[in-house]
């Protein structure tokens, strides 16, 4: 599913005390295309993912979801716009504690049309968690539960992955395992990902890596032959 | 200047102010009951105390025997201040048309009695002179508007002799105008009460003085000299004997002040108890959610006891916030309950006192309850770890399957999201158990309330439509033969009428005492039935006396057990004590015509006669047929005491209704501050769910069903609880007068649930409301939410 963005303003506050978190972005990401969002902090790239899964609204400009402009949603649109398109991946991983791993998954597979619960199990061992389904979050180790969240991602099959600085929370290896995972995921399905980190060398892995500062696009970059995610280091 | 640790505070008690809002008006409300009916409750009995002493209130009356030499006896006790001999006759007083049964009390005339003097509102106090000059208790002046100079006619052997009222009195005996211990609650057109010479007295009882009063030094009481001087009295024949604290008004106000401490008590417990409950959710959430901030302060150099103290404040607060003008309003509302009080009552003497101790102690009561509360979770963060707080790791509860879940594996298959609310009850064990308490605690709560009303009508539905079954009762103006009872059937309305004789007894057995009635009636007697303590219905025995189940305690004793009755007409016997009965209103003692009449060896009149009406009678003409009869001294109908007592029910309801309205806001505070606590600390999960596509509607429905759940799991443990703290506090009113047996319709546990799950769905709507308002991007960004 491709994603434009044009002209797009998000600004927070009002007056004297507004704060412009994105100035004027353009930008297309054609269908299955791993786009890495590069920035320092407050340089606007969780708001730019939260715009594009709908948890937020543009003050000007368009975004267009496979055709459809996000801003004549209503809420009950943006609700269904999410539950069919968006998966989402947190930096905090953001599981339900009183859930096991395979009930989380569950709780978001209930919510296709397909009724996906039966996925559930499938997509997480193919995040290699076939033999943790039924533990809690508790018991699970971070790089563990970030796959649950993967998997609670991709069980409703959308075709756009949003991930927020997925590996923020994990040690190098984890978050390294983590990425590839995504990564071919993301090949296997033909998904539309946007990766949101400021972890500059997470940026090889992207098909496309886009820089931002302060609100604007400053760079934006094909990688020729993006690198396995397994071999990047930091 | 305001130090940064403090306008924390203030300002994180602004950030959460609903829920402090609800800690501190819970605290406000529990300290002021506290205060108003601590206060009442000290003001009302030094009201009392002090009507005692200005009115020389007799601490001990004997009455019967020979009362000369008891008056001797007693005046030669040292410890005895005043002894009076007086005159006191039950007869018939006629105003206007209206003939009720009276009691004439002697007094001297000129000077005032040095026992039970009266309070003259009206006229002035009768000089020596006229005989016929009388003083009117204030409750029959009131009734029949009796002023002086007005007259009223006094049955005088056969005749009716006329008597001016002098004055209006009230009098420390007549405060409740109880008849008797066995006779607490009169209708003012049935008993009266007027103070008559001495001289017109006996001319009444054709006697001498029939009672000896005496008022011991400084109105003290006194056991030793009690014991001495009654045990003397019977010896030389008094029948009836009582102390201040027995005298009928003075037992059933006794009674009722009781009521007003217990309640002092009872009531402020459940609300400190429920404001402590949420006062450490609350400070157990921000605790929690505060665990960085601890860290930071802790690893910049703040000692634990100054985070300590922090945390204490936002328990101490609320507390000082609450009960400070808790108290003031409590012991202000306390002087003007007093005065409605005493004026209702028309108690001669007020006396509002300003208690520091309860304003003192009833700060500090809500303060230690808010304090207590805090103290737990202040201790916890204390004791946080400040680099693993800073790295912002919660302490997280491994998640586990539901109880319901484990017991009924089935449950492990109902869609995800229901599992997670079944699961939610148990996530936190310790704010769903206080959650639950609270439940508990409102239930209690309008159980106690809520039970008196339905007890005290069953008690008068038992007392006045399954035992009583006669319509109304007449008094003979002297002992009349039973055919004239008989002959009452004759007369238009009467259905049905049957003699009884009652008479003053005392009944003995173990070394014990007890002053009461005996009634006989006809052995197969249809207008009064006998409920067996064991629950069924008895008929009146052939042989033995039956006797009210109060006895059975004051008199140690137990069925075929022998009792020894001594009769006010001199005459002892012993009887059998064949059973006891469980009558809500007074202890008689019961005998069977036949057998009363073999052991009289002749036949016996009657003093009064139950009547029964025919359908459709004009109660009223019946009335004044009867009234009419020159045998007859008064009328008593049943229904209009039942409506009498009805109409005390209003303020019942009216204490019922205020304590519902306190208990809804307490289980409003308590469930509110637990809910929005429970939403609160899964904002982060809500913002997940909404982000991945849950609708707000379906995440509200699954937190209202978890809250309901929880408090559904309180509903009948509060049930349970509720009963058995309303039967301890009817209990609790039990006396020889009045036995309170706990009923509770089974309606009324259905509205006080239905009234729980209704404050329950109210308080969660805040919270629901506050889902509407997250915002998805910045929570499921938080470390923690």
């Given at each position: 599913m491709a994603i434009e963005m044009a002209g797009v303003w998000k600004t927070f506050g009002e007056g004297h005390t507004a704060v412009h978190a994105l100035k004027d972005v353009d930008f297309k990401g054609p269908q299955g295309e791993l786009a890495v969002i590069l920035g320092p902090s407050g340089s606007g790239k969780t708001t730019l993912l939260n715009l594009v899964g709908a948890i937020d609204n543009v003050t000007d400009g368009r975004i267009e979801v496979g055709g459809v402009d996000l801003a004549s949603l209503d809420v009950d649109g943006q609700v269904r716009y999410r539950r069919e398109n968006v998966g989402f991946v947190f930096q905090f991983f953001n599981l339900i504690p009183t859930l096991t791993a395979l009930e989380n998954v569950e709780l978001v597979a209930d919510l296709t049309a397909d009724n996906g619960t039966d996925r559930a199990e499938d997509v997480l061992a193919k995040v290699g968690l076939a033999d943790r389904i039924h533990h809690f979050p508790a018991q699970l180790s971070g790089g563990e539960q970030q796959r649950v969240a993967?998997?609670?991602?991709?069980?409703?099959?959308?075709?756009?992955?949003?991930?927020?600085?997925p590996t923020g929370e994990l040690d190098f290896e984890t978050g390294r395992m983590i990425l590839q995972l995504l990564q071919d995921i993301s090949r296997e399905q033909n998904q539309t990902v946007l990766l949101v980190t400021h972890n500059a060398a997470i940026g090889y892995m992207g098909d496309r890596v886009l820089k931002l500062r302060s609100g604007e696009i400053v760079d934006d970059a094909r990688n020729a032959t993006p690198r396995e995610a397994g071999t990047l280091t930091w | 200047m305001v130090k940064p640790l403090q306008r924390k505070l203030w300002r994180d008690i602004r950030r959460h102010r609903a829920q402090f809002i609800a800690i501190t008006v819970t605290i406000f409300l529990g300290v002021g009951i506290f205060g108003a009916a601590w206060d009442s409750y000290s003001n009302l009995v030094a009201s009392y105390d002090q009507t005692a002493i200005d009115y020389r209130?007799?601490?001990?009356?004997?009455?019967?025997?020979?009362?000369?030499?008891?008056?001797?006896l007693a005046s030669d006790n040292p410890g005895v201040e005043s002894v009076e001999t007086r005159t006191t006759a039950d007869v018939a007083f006629r105003v206007g048309d209206t003939k009720l049964l009276g009691r004439a009390v002697g007094i001297p005339t000129g000077d005032q009695p040095t026992v039970n003097r009266l309070d003259v509102s009206a006229g002035t106090y009768p000089s020596n002179g006229d005989p016929a000059v009388v003083l009117v208790e204030d409750h029959m002046a009131n009734h029949f508007d009796l002023v002086p100079g007005d007259t009223f006619d006094i049955l005088v052997g056969d005749s009716w002799q006329a008597v001016t009222v002098g004055g209006v009195a009230l009098s420390p005996e007549y405060i409740w105008p109880a008849r008797d211990r066995q006779d607490i609650i009169t209708t003012p057109d049935n008993f009266g009460v007027a103070f008559v010479s001495e001289e017109l007295a006996r001319s009444i009882t054709g006697t001498s003085a029939n009672e000896v009063v005496l008022y011991y030094s400084d109105g003290e009481p006194n056991d030793r000299i009690t014991a001495d001087l009654s045990s003397a009295a019977r010896d030389l024949g008094a029948t009836n004997i009582y102390t201040r604290e027995e005298q009928p008004s003075n037992n059933a106000l006794t009674e009722d002040v009781k009521g007003l401490e217990e309640m002092a008590i009872f009531f402020p417990m459940m609300f400190l108890a429920a404001a402590g409950l949420a006062a450490y959710v609350m400070i157990s959430r921000l605790v929690h959610a505060q665990r960085p901030h601890i860290g930071t302060f802790l690893a910049n150099g703040f000692t634990r006891r100054q985070v300590l103290r922090h945390y204490l404040g936002y328990g101490v607060l609320p507390g000082l916030i609450g009960s400070i003008p808790g108290a003031i309003v409590g012991v202000l509302l306390a002087r003007t309950i007093t005065r409605l009080y005493t004026n209702i009552l028309s108690i001669p003497l007020t006396v509002v006192d300003f208690y520091p101790a309860t304003l003192l102690g009833a700060i500090a009561f809500?303060?230690?309850a808010s304090l207590l509360?805090?103290?737990?979770?202040?201790?916890?963060?204390?004791?946080?770890?400040?680099?693993?707080?800073?790295?912002?790791?919660?302490?997280?509860?491994?998640?586990?399957?539901?109880?319901?879940e484990r017991l009924i594996p089935p449950l492990r298959r109902i869609p995800t999201a229901w599992r997670m609310t079944l699961r939610g009850v148990g996530r936190n064990p310790r704010r769903t158990i206080y959650t639950i308490i609270g439940v508990v605690l409102s239930l209690m709560l309008v159980l106690v309330s809520w039970g008196m009303i339905?007890?005290?009508?069953?008690?008068?539905?038992?007392?006045?439509?399954e035992i009583q079954q006669e319509d109304a009762t007449v008094f003979f103006a002297g002992p009349t033969a039973t055919e004239e009872v008989a002959a009452l059937t004759d007369i238009d309305g009467v259905a049905a009428a049957e003699p009884a004789l009652t008479l003053p007894v005392a009944l003995s057995a173990n070394g014990e005492h007890y002053e009461t009635a005996l009634m006989v009636l006809p052995d197969d007697t249809e207008l009064h039935r006998f409920a067996d303590v064991g629950g069924g219905w008895i008929d009146l025995p052939p042989e033995g006396v039956v006797l009210g189940q109060a006895t059975r305690d004051l008199l140690d004793i137990e069925a075929g057990e022998t009792v020894t009755m001594a009769l006010g007409t001199g005459t002892t016997l012993n009887a059998e004590v064949a059973a006891f009965v469980d009558e809500p209103l007074g202890t008689m003692a019961y005998v069977g015509r036949s057998q009363a009449e073999a052991l009289a060896g002749s036949a016996l009149p009657a003093?009064?006669?139950?009547?029964?009406?025919?359908?459709?009678v004009d109660a009223k003409a019946l009335r004044n047929t009867v009234t009419d009869l020159p045998q007859v001294a008064a009328f008593e109908d049943a229904n209009v005491l039942f409506d009498l007592m009805q109409r005390f029910m209003i303020l019942f309801y009216a204490f019922v209704g205020v304590m519902l309205v306190f208990g809804g806001a307490m289980a409003f505070a308590l469930i509110f501050n637990s809910m929005s606590v429970n939403i609160a600390e899964r904002t982060r999960e809500v913002a997940t769910l909404l982000a991945v596509g849950t609708e707000r509607r379906s995440i509200s429905r699954y937190i209202t069903a978890e809250n309901m759940l929880v408090a559904a799991m309180g509903?009948?443990?509060?049930?349970?609880a509720g009963h058995f703290a309303a039967s301890a506090a009817m209990s609790s009113f039990n006396s020889d007068l009045f036995t309170f047996k706990l009923h509770i319709q089974p309606t009324t546990y259905l509205l006080a649930s239905l009234a729980i799950v209704v404050v329950a769905l109210i308080s969660q709507i805040p919270g629901?409301?506050?889902i509407r308002r997250i915002s998805i991007p910045k929570i499921v960004k938080e470390r923690s939410a």
């Open positions: 993967i998997a609670r991602a991709l069980v409703k099959q959308p075709p756009i992955l949003l991930c927020d600085e | 209130f007799a601490n001990l009356t004997l009455a019967g025997g020979d009362t000369a030499a008891i008056a001797d809500g303060v230690i509360a805090a103290l737990a979770p202040a201790l916890v963060a204390s004791r946080v770890l400040p680099a693993e707080a800073m790295r912002g790791e919660t302490p997280s509860g491994g998640g586990r399957r539901s109880l319901l339905d007890t005290v009508q069953n008690l008068m539905d038992r007392q006045f439509v003093t009064s006669a139950l009547i029964a009406y025919e359908d459709g509903i009948p443990l509060g049930l349970i629901l409301r506050a």
